[in-house]
């Protein structure tokens, strides 16, 4: 399955950004984060649709460290 990531640097970040993305009514799960991607927070935010994932980015509505696309053959940086 395919989804995006979106990792911060800290946990505060984190659960800014998830208080911030309900308050928008975003679907998404928070989930520990890959240590293949980094060690900087425990907890990452996933989202499923490209089309939310590029309004979050576009608008500026988080404070992230960074994104990644997640596909079968494991995680890349996600850039537009």
């Known amino acids: ?3 995006y990531i ?5 946990t505060y970040d984190a659960m800014a950004a998830e208080k911030k993305l309900k308050e ?3 679907e998404f799960k928070i989930m520990p984060t890959p240590t293949s991607i980094t ?6 935010v996933r989202i499923d649709k490209k ?4 309004e979050v ?3 500026n509505i988080l404070e992230y460290k960074n994104v990644y696309f997640r596909d079968n ?3 890349a940086l996600f850039s537009e």
Not at 6 to 10: R, S, T
Not at 39 to 44: A, K, R
Not at 51 to 54: C, G, L, N, R, Y
């Open 57 to 59: 980015i576009n608008k």
């Open 1 to 3: 399955m395919n989804y």
């Open 39 to 44: 060690m900087s927070c425990g907890i990452c």
């Open 73 to 75: 053959g494991g995680y």
């Open 24 to 26: 928008l009514e975003y």
């Open 6 to 10: 979106i990792v911060f640097k800290n």
């Open 51 to 54: 089309d939310d994932i590029d």
